[in-house]
């Protein structure tokens, strides 16, 4: 193996490697650093509005509200992969979302799994509830894009472990199977996961308010829009369940 080149995954490795290689002082490669964090904000919101837009300039700037006031300006200034991983993601979710050609798709997917060795079945996730919240995809075409995922997955994946390979002489990141790392106690799992959503230190919910906001808003508009039938609605299930009703 070749354990100097490092524990972080491909994408982040290809973005230094270059920068090293040409002498740069230190100052040099933060500041382009910075230059890409900076670029993969704007890219961002060209997705939100390839996205949003053709829905409603109200839904649009909503989109806008969340994204500018979410953890990624503090990512942008304090690492420099977060808001690049952030935009490829947001640019697979798009094109899932949007219906662009398979190959497309394949390429965000493969590109985001090279961000985190624990990004890929968080992106598959996205890429099936993408698909199946575009009501013009019906199921012959979404088994077919499916398929294109789980190809994707598996090219991305294939990638990770060779890169592992190289360096380690296995499969899999020797640095991330250190058994210090690990946490077995199932009440530390749960304080740790729920700090993750509402600690006043970082949690999801009160640190990005907006987007809590944003969630609890389409959650009540899914409830309305799918779950609530209007009363008449309910009287005419109920009769055609109970014919003596």
Known sequence: GCRAAGQFPLFQT?????LVTLGLPTKAVLLAFAVVSCLS????????RRVLLPQ????FLVGLLAYGTSPLLWYSHSSFGEMFAATLILGFVSACLLRDQNWK???WLVAVGQTKETALPFALLLGFAALIANPKIWMPELKRRG????VGAALSGALTMGLNFWRY???YNVAYADPRGFVDAPYLRTSSAAALLFSPHGGLFLFW???AGVLLVAALWFLRKKLWMPRGDIRAAIRRTLPLA
């Open 56 to 59: 409603s300039f109200a839904i």
């Open 209 to 211: 308010p907006s987007f």
């Open 105 to 107: 798709v394949l390429l």
């Open 169 to 171: 002489g296995v499969v």
């Open 14 to 18: 290809l973005l230094t490697l270059p």
């Open 41 to 48: 904000f704007f890219a961002g919101i060209w997705v939100f």
């Open 147 to 150: 398929v294109v995922l789980l």
